[in-house]
């Protein structure tokens, strides 16, 4: 079943523009089966928890398949999105023997080899989407959030390494989603807890922070993610998440981007004390983001519905446009009718254990100190 645009369609109506962060569960909980077949999201994604850590492979790989199966059964439609936070270092969510490659700055060298190896052993645990790599310039030394998750400290040093990587990454059948936009690395506070400012010129934002993501807007890269950041030299006091300047007159005006916007977790502490305010919901959609990511690890879920309505008044009262919204629905069900949908499979020992001489490797957390999911994104 495809996505039919039609407003007025209930919560599913505007449902198709979520991606959704499960119960922290290996098994879909009542609560997420409701919210799926109620809203009928793009798709989901998964964190650490929601895999069966500390089993072993074929029976952790056998839980991870049923759960993708029921994800599909309560949307209720064979194309979805099924993404991850994947990158290397603490950014790794599924178990042994998924191999633990290091933070990317420890493998700019081997970008592509680590590209391709980490797009086959998605693909074969049923991703489509992973939000990688970092195009951050990790300017900041102080940066809390950042740090080794990015390429280098230069815009030179990150272009070359993320661009392997995603074009190797997606050659396997797995799209990138490039991050964070409009540029993370020179914060001096985690987003997750509070709210960063970029306190840049527009100079300097333009020559070091959006210069990575100039390169990666051709038709190669079909989604970007969106930081919760400040840059008061470009629009004061609006996080760029829900700014229009940032997101519709830069990345789509100014560096000509045409695929799908994709927000970071909308219930990380730097913006989720402003999301049952209806005006946020509309400064979202009218910024220009198209999937708005809300997770479980962060935040109630169920907040969507609330979002969602606050959707539906704002198109009632003319504060959101159809017009835009018709556009946005293009982008969404294009990259649904496009991105492929890959069975869960098996890999092989032996694949594995090439993998892991591809790069430098990070020793793994014990299951039970990693149940929360480390939900750095």
């Not at 569960?25 to 919210?35: A, C, E, N, Y």
């Not at 020179?186 to 840049?200: F, N």
């Not at 916007?261 to 049952?276: P, Q, Y």
Request: a negative charge; one cysteine or more; proline letters at 7%.
């Amino acid at each position: 079943m495809s996505l039919i645009f039609d407003l007025g369609r209930g919560p599913a109506s505007f449902g198709h523009r979520f991606l959704i962060g499960l119960q922290q569960s290996p098994v879909l909980s009542d609560h997420d089966k409701r919210l799926l077949s109620l809203l009928q999201p793009a798709g989901v994604v998964l964190f650490r928890a929601n895999f069966l850590s500390g089993a072993p492979y074929d029976e952790w790989l056998a839980s991870h398949e049923k759960l993708l199966a029921d994800v599909r059964e309560y949307i209720g439609r064979d194309e979805i999105l099924i993404t991850i936070d994947h990158e290397g270092g603490g950014v790794l969510r599924p178990p042994a023997p998924v191999t633990n490659f290091a933070y990317a700055r420890e493998w700019p060298g081997q970008a592509g080899a680590v590209g391709r190896a980490m797009g086959i052993e998605l693909r074969n645990l049923g991703f489509n989407v992973n939000f990688a790599p970092v195009l951050d310039v990790n300017s900041n030394p102080a940066n809390p959030v950042i740090g080794p998750r990015a390429f280098g400290t230069t815009p030179e040093a990150v272009v070359a390494p993320a661009r392997q990587f995603l074009d190797a990454m997606q050659a396997e059948g797995v799209l990138g989603c490039p991050k964070h936009f409009p540029g993370h690395g020179d914060a001096g506070v985690d987003s997750h807890y509070s709210l960063p400012v970029i306190d840049v010129d527009a100079e300097t934002f333009r020559k070091r922070e959006l210069a990575p993501f100039r390169q990666f807007t051709d038709a190669k890269t079909r989604l970007f993610m969106t930081a919760h950041i400040v840059v008061p030299a470009i629009d004061p006091g609006t996080p760029a998440t829900m700014s229009r300047v940032i997101l519709n007159d830069i990345l789509r005006g100014e560096l000509g981007f045409k695929g799908v916007i994709v927000t970071d977790d909308l219930g990380m502490r730097a913006i989720s004390d402003k999301l049952k305010e209806p005006e946020t919901t509309v400064k979202i959609v009218n910024a220009g983001a198209d999937l708005l990511c809300m997770c479980a690890y962060w935040a109630d879920t169920s907040l969507i519905v609330e979002m969602i309505g606050h959707m539906t008044q704002g198109l009632k009262e003319g504060a959101i446009k159809e017009a835009d919204l018709r556009q946005s629905f293009d982008r969404i069900s294009g990259l649904l009718a496009d991105v492929p949908q890959h069975p869960v499979e098996r890999l092989a020992e032996e694949t594995y254990e090439r993998h892991a001489a591809l790069a430098p490797l990070r020793p793994r957390t014990p299951p039970a100190a990693s149940a929360g999911g480390a939900a750095k994104a």
